[in-house]
C-alpha cells in the first residue's frame, strides 16, 4: 500500500499525461553491522549487507524493495515492474514506457517479459569474447584515429544477436568500440527498441548513459535520508524503515517540485535542502488554538521558506 501511494503521488504530479517514460531500475548495498535477518556476505561489495531494488521515474521514487544479498541483482523485478506498469496504464493508457538498467537486468525472464507487454528495454549488456569479437574491426578503427589524434576515439556497431543458451531470441545489440588511454573499452547494450526509433550513438549516448543520474537519486535517499541504516533484527522491520526514508525523500521532492521552483533551491539535493531549509533553529511555543514557529530575524534562508510556505498552502487549498 505504501508503495502504491508513491505511484499515486507520481501520477499526481503531472497534470497532463507525458508522451513517455523511462523507469530506471538499479540494486544497491545496505551494510549490515549486526546480525540481522536475511544478512549475507556480498563479494562485490565486500560486506554483510541487503541488497534493496529502487525503482525512479526521473527524480520520483517509486519502488525501494528490501532483498537479502544472496540473490541476482534482477530478482523481483518482473513483479515490481509489472505493478507499476499496471498501475501507470490505468491512468495513462496510451504512455509509452521504457526500462533502463545495467547489465544485472539484462535477463531473459525481465526481457521477455516486457517484450509480451509492450513495453520496450534498454540494458547494459556485459561483454564476452565473443561480442568484442563482433566489434573487432571497429575497435581497430578507433585505434588507429587515437593514435592519430592522441585524443580517445570510438566507434558503434549496430548488430543482432543471440546468446548461445540463456536467450529465447535473437535481440538487438549496440556496441561500443572505444579506445582511451591506450587501451580498449568495449561496451555492449540490448535493446528492444528498433534502429527505426533511435540510431544506435544517441541510445547508448542519450538514452543509456543518462541513467547514472539515477544513481545520484539513491545517494540522496541513503546519504541524505538515510535509507541505509537498516539496524532492526527482522527484514520486515527493516523494509518498513526503508519506507519511512523513502516517503520522507518523495516529501522533499514534492517540496522542491512545488515549493523551490524558480528558487536557488529549485535544484538542491535533500541533503542541502535538509541543511538550508529545515534544519534551523528555532522557538516553538504552543497555545490551544496554534503551534508558532518563530525564526530568528537573521535567518538567511527566510525568503525561501517564506515562498515555500506559501505555495504549499494554495497548492493544499
Known amino acids: ?6 505511484v499515486t503521488l507520481f501520477l499526481e504530479a503531472h497534470r497532463r499525461p507525458p508522451k513517455g517514460i523511462i523507469l530506471d531500475l538499479d540494486a544497491t548495498d545496505s551494510p549490515l553491522h549486526g546480525h540481522q535477518e536475511g544478512r549475507f556476505f556480498h563479494g562485490y561489495y565486500d560486506c554483510y549487507c541487503y541488497l534493496p531494488l529502487y525503482i525512479f521515474c526521473g527524480r520520483h521514487l517509486l519502488a525501494a524493495k528490501l532483498r537479502r544479498s544472496n540473490i541476482d541483482g534482477s530478482a523481483g523485478a518482473v513483479e515490481e515492474v509489472a505493478r507499476l506498469v499496471a498501475q501507470i496504464r490505468s491512468r495513462w493508457r496510451k504512455v509509452e514506457i521504457w526500462l533502463r538498467g545495467d ?6 525472464e525481465l526481457m521477455a517479459w516486457c517484450e509480451e507487454n509492450r513495453v520496450d528495454y534498454v540494458f547494459g549488456l556485459a561483454k564476452n569474447e565473443r561480442l568484442v569479437a563482433n566489434i573487432a574491426h571497429e575497435l581497430e578503427a578507433a585505434e588507429t584515429e587515437a593514435k592519430k589524434t592522441g585524443a580517445p576515439a570510438r566507434r558503434f556497431k549496430d548488430f543482432m544477436w543471440e546468446t548461445l543458451e540463456s536467450w529465447s531470441r535473437k535481440r538487438r545489440v549496440i556496441g561500443k568500440a572505444e579506445w582511451t588511454k591506450g587501451e580498449a573499452n568495449p561496451r555492449f547494450i540490448v535493446t528492444s527498441l528498433k534502429r527505426r526509433q533511435v540510431p544506435a550513438e544517441t541510445l547508448y549516448v542519450d538514452i543509456y548513459c543518462q541513467r547514472g543520474e539515477m544513481e545520484n537519486r539513491i545517494k540522496e535517499c541513503q546519504a541524505d535520508l538515510f535509507a541505509d541504516r537498516t ?32 528558487s536557488k ?7 542541502t535542502i535538509r541543511l538550508k531549509l529545515l534544519k534551523i533553529g528555532a522557538q516553538v511555543t504552543t497555545s490551544v488554538r496554534r503551534v508558532k514557529i518563530a525564526f530568528a530575524s537573521s535567518y538567511p534562508g527566510q525568503e525561501i521558506f517564506a515562498l515555500a510556505h506559501a505555495r504549499l498552502r494554495r497548492a493544499a487549498a
Open 103 to 108: 547489465s544485472g537486468f539484462a535477463r531473459e
Open 265 to 271: 533551491l529549485a535544484s538542491a539535493t535533500c541533503g
Open 231 to 262: 539496524p532492526a533484527a527482522t527484514m520486515r522491520a527493516n523494509q518498513l524503515r526503508l519506507w519511512f526514508a523513502s516517503m520522507a525523500y518523495v516529501l522533499l521532492c514534492a517540496l522542491r517540485r512545488i515549493g523551490l521552483a524558480g
Open 1 to 6: 500500500a505504501i508503495e502504491d501511494l508513491f
